[in-house]
């Protein structure tokens, strides 16, 4: 017997085209407003927007690139994030996947540092502990 699947074909047409629509109105464009940034014509942008035709996987990456949002977030209108064990982290990387661009490429920078300093440290410590600093 066939295992019937979680959720239908026009489940995931209607989120996709609510996602969307909420996405383009966002940044304020028109449907031609993003066909011209994104390189999708008006017709289809619009037909995504109806639900009636689901975006090509490739479409889908070009969207989700120009909205700077995981291909996920067209299909569930959220990011996936399942690994993480703290709770309080989480809260506070969810409420920063809700600022501006600016706001996030600030916040990774910062974090891409902290992670960096964390390592470069470990290895002093390390060294230290063999008698043996860089210097």
Excluded: C
Excluded at 25 to 51: D, P
Excluded at 86 to 112: N, W
């Amino acid at each position: 017997m066939a295992q019937k699947p979680l959720l239908s074909y026009t489940h995931f047409m209607s989120v996709i085209g609510e996602h969307l629509k909420q996405l383009r109105e966002t940044k304020g464009l028109s449907i031609r407003g993003l066909a011209k940034e994104v390189g999708i014509s008006h017709n289809t942008l619009a037909a995504y927007e109806r639900e009636t035709v689901m975006p090509s996987l490739e479409n889908g990456f070009i969207l989700a690139e120009y909205f700077d949002v995981p291909i996920e977030f067209l299909f569930k209108g959220k990011t996936v994030i399942s690994d993480f064990t703290d709770a309080e982290l989480l809260s506070l990387f969810r409420e920063l996947d809700g600022m501006d661009r600016a706001d996030r490429t600030l916040a990774k920078k910062f974090l891409r540092n902290m992670i960096k300093n964390r390592r470069d440290r470990e290895g002093l410590e390390a060294s230290a502990e063999k008698g043996k600093l860089p210097g």
